[in-house]
């Protein structure tokens, strides 16, 4: 692991599913590679759906996942932490690796024909979202992306867009590798059915109310063979257990489940302590984002730093392809001499 990229979409609140499957990660990837870690709010991928953001929250809901990364870990100081539309560059490159991906490599994705299915109308923004997500990741040279399970077969296609630039203008990218946090690889939604996601609804925010998140544990599905409290449960079949497993002991964790097997502890007393831990997380957390936001001016001044290193990254490479496909390059330029 050389250099990683990965991103987060502005769409909605950060959510537990989002530290856990992403954030923690990025955390423990940026306090070893420093600055070759690069992290960006991917803004241009929220535009992919036009029915599914509001322009007039956009900037502040990318201004905001930014903070909430920040207050949950991620130190621009150490880390590239940037805003994607600030860097051209990644369009620039999309539109390059375009011209070199069949559409039949782009409707077979899953994501797009599950997404297509359910539209009336389907953009082509969709369709391309995972070469523009390629360009995020090869204009700087990514060789490790950390993802959900739900991006792996995006990272292959960032494989094979790298495999054919090269085979056609010379070595260029890497091909990199998906990294899955073994931890948290899929973090269920609190209907027990889906991955946790802002576009269903089934989340529990990291700056949500306290009372609000307590509401929804209270609701979490229990065991649905488990009808009288005296009835023996089986943790397997409650997502109560699942996110107890994320935030509390593993002894605490063990323990409440043998006690559960055999009827000694009710899912009530099990959903509290699963809160109590859950906000032991989250407190600190809210702690620092309410310090960050009454200084607005440091968030922003780290992500246009952000985007400063990241583009410096990103200019060398478009100069490299340009040259490398052919592109007429300014005056001066060596070829031209």
């Known amino acids: 692991m050389k250099r990683v990229l990965s991103g987060i979409q502005p769409s909605g609140e950060i959510h537990i599913g989002n530290y856990l499957g992403a954030i923690k990660q990025w955390v423990a990837i940026g306090e070893k590679l420093g600055r070759d870690a690069f992290f960006c709010i991917v803004d241009y991928h929220a535009l992919t759906n036009p029915l599914a953001y509001d322009p007039s929250t956009l900037a502040?809901?990318?201004?905001?996942a930014a903070l909430v990364n920040m207050a949950a870990?991620?130190?621009p100081e150490r880390v590239t932490l940037f805003v994607q539309s600030h860097v051209p560059e990644h369009t620039e490159l999309a539109w390059v690796f375009t011209t070199l991906t069949p559409l039949g490599d782009l409707t077979r994705m899953t994501q797009f024909k599950d997404k297509a299915s359910k539209q009336e109308t389907v953009w082509s923004g969709l369709l391309m979202y995972p070469v523009l997500?390629?360009?995020?990741?090869?204009?700087?040279?990514?060789?490790?992306?950390?993802?959900?399970?739900?991006?792996v077969q995006h990272i292959e296609l960032t494989r094979e867009i790298a495999r054919r630039f090269n085979h056609l203008f010379g070595e260029t990218f890497p091909e990199p590798q998906a990294l899955l946090n073994p931890e948290a690889p899929r973090v269920p939604g609190i209907d027990g059915k889906a991955k946790m996601s802002k576009s269903l609804g089934n989340t529990i925010g990291l700056l949500e109310p306290e009372e609000s998140i307590w509401q929804k544990i209270q609701h979490l599905p229990d065991d649905p063979q488990r009808i009288?409290?005296?009835?023996?449960?089986?943790?397997?079949?409650?997502?109560?257990f699942t996110y107890l497993a994320y935030f509390a002991p593993k002894e605490v964790v063990e323990a409440l489940k043998e006690e559960y097997r055999k009827a000694g502890v009710g899912t009530y007393v099990v959903k509290r302590i699963l809160f109590e831990h859950l906000m032991r997380t989250l407190r600190p957390i809210r702690e620092r984002a309410e310090a960050l936001k009454k200084d607005p001016d440091y968030v922003m001044d780290a992500l246009l730093e952000g985007a400063k290193r990241a583009r410096a990254v990103a200019q060398a490479?478009?100069?490299?392809?340009?040259?490398?496909?052919?592109?007429?390059?300014?005056?001066?330029?060596?070829?031209?001499?």
Do not use: C, N, W
């Open 133 to 151: 997500q390629a360009a995020d990741i090869l204009i700087y040279k990514a060789d490790t992306v950390p993802v959900g399970e739900d991006q």
């Open 317 to 337: 490479t478009m100069e490299e392809v340009r040259e490398k496909v052919g592109l007429l390059l300014p005056k001066g330029h060596p070829v031209l001499r």
């Open 73 to 75: 870990g991620l130190d």
């Open 228 to 240: 009288r409290l005296s009835d023996p449960g089986d943790p397997e079949r409650t997502i109560v």
């Open 60 to 64: 502040r809901r990318t201004f905001e």
